[in-house]
């Protein structure tokens, strides 16, 4: 047996094991766990204890296996009660949202760092779309308006196709963009729609598959609703659509199917979730180098804090609507018997929705994450 092997073995268990204890350690801190997890990575590396690990594409081609396995899981234990009356917030946030990140992001950059305009707008385009991984393990801990949950599960899952389009867009040269707005926007229309259908019919057919199929074994059944969430997956890939979109539509028509072993399905599916958020982002810390990050310090403020303080809120708009409707800033009305409608929510003195609970006392969420 390779000495490196079992060394490499050894740190790997040791390191799962210290992320799954600062799980419990994060929830008591208030601190999120996936920073706890980027954390572990750095204190492994360069200039912790010493492993050298650049290899960027390795990290690329695993991150894609862990946000496919994470999108599943949100698909998987997505309830589409909550989910069917947001789809059309969502499928907006995911286009038009995401592409006034973009502009507001690039100007912020462009006015205060004084770079070029299409680098300043891939900037945008870059940071402009939420990571699924980070949102479905920050709302799992949180306890939101079910409404507001699946409205941002479901925009994390759709926004990858058109920032994916829009980066590759920005990367071009000038000679290279031949293509006329139009022909941009259709393939983008192309990549969510045939998406969402290589996805609901790798879900369908598997619901129908599994109903009907006597596997020897129970634990054959998880790994059979997984697999087809990442058959989804590839199938969307090589027809040249949005394949997370296909991973996350298969995986919300499995998760809502009365399927055999359906609890074993989804613990199985949930630990998978868990195992992918700590392996990416241990190897995301893996790559950092903090002896190089004096440059890069000053550009990422001024990026982060437009996209927080400006172009983030801006997405939101308050629909005039009835109880349940979702504020501009992730507040909702919470109960039933609400008179009222939500009000602009910035600033925040204005966010006052005027809804009563059943208590009969006045309620409203906080506006401002």
Do not use: K
């Not at 040791?14 to 706890?36: F, M």
């Not at 296909?246 to 989804?266: M, T």
Request: charged share 10%; hydrophobic share 55%.
């Amino acid at each position: 047996m390779n000495p490196g092997f079992d060394v490499a073995l050894l740190l790997g268990a040791a390191v799962v094991l210290v992320a799954v204890g600062a799980v419990r350690l994060s929830s008591r801190l208030g601190v999120p766990s996936l920073l706890v997890y980027l954390a572990l990575g750095v204190a492994l590396g360069e200039s912790g204890l010493g492993i050298r690990f650049d290899d960027a594409e390795l990290t690329r081609t695993l991150g894609f296996c862990a946000l496919i396995v994470i999108i599943a899981e949100g698909g998987l234990t997505a309830r589409w009660s909550t989910l069917r009356p947001v789809l059309g917030l969502a499928a907006t946030l995911s286009t038009l949202g995401v592409l006034v990140s973009i502009v507001l992001v690039g100007l912020a950059v462009h006015l205060l760092l004084g770079l070029d305009w299409r680098l300043a707008m891939l900037y945008g385009a870059v940071l402009s779309s939420t990571d699924a991984a980070a949102v479905f393990a920050t709302l799992r801990r949180l306890r939101l308006p079910p409404r507001l949950v699946a409205t941002l599960e479901a925009e994390s899952g759709m926004n990858d196709a058109p920032v994916v389009l829009l980066v590759v867009l920005l990367s071009r040269s000038a000679a290279e963009a031949a293509h006329p707005w139009w022909y941009e926007a259709l393939l983008l229309g192309y990549e969510l729609g045939v998406g969402a259908a290589v996805g609901a019919a790798a879900g369908l057919a598997g619901r129908w598959a599994l109903r009907r199929a006597a596997l020897p074994s129970a634990g054959l059944y998880p790994i059979a609703a997984v697999g087809l969430t990442v058959l989804a997956y590839a199938a969307g890939a090589v027809l040249h659509a949005s394949g997370f979109l296909a991973v996350y539509v298969a995986g919300v028509l499995l998760g809502n199917a009365r399927l055999p072993h359906r609890q074993a399905i989804l613990g199985f599916a949930d630990g998978l979730a868990w195992l992918a958020q700590i392996g990416l982002f241990v190897l995301l810390g893996l790559l950092v180098s903090p002896g190089r990050l004096d440059a890069a310090v000053l550009p990422a403020v001024v990026a982060g804090l437009a996209l927080v303080l400006v172009a983030r809120p801006c997405r939101w708009r308050c629909p005039p609507g009835r109880s349940g409707s979702v504020c501009a800033s992730r507040a909702s009305c919470p109960g039933p018997g609400c008179a009222g409608r939500c009000r602009s929510c910035w600033p925040r003195s204005r966010c006052r929705s005027g809804c009563r609970g059943r208590t009969g006392s006045s309620t409203w969420s906080s506006c401002w994450w």
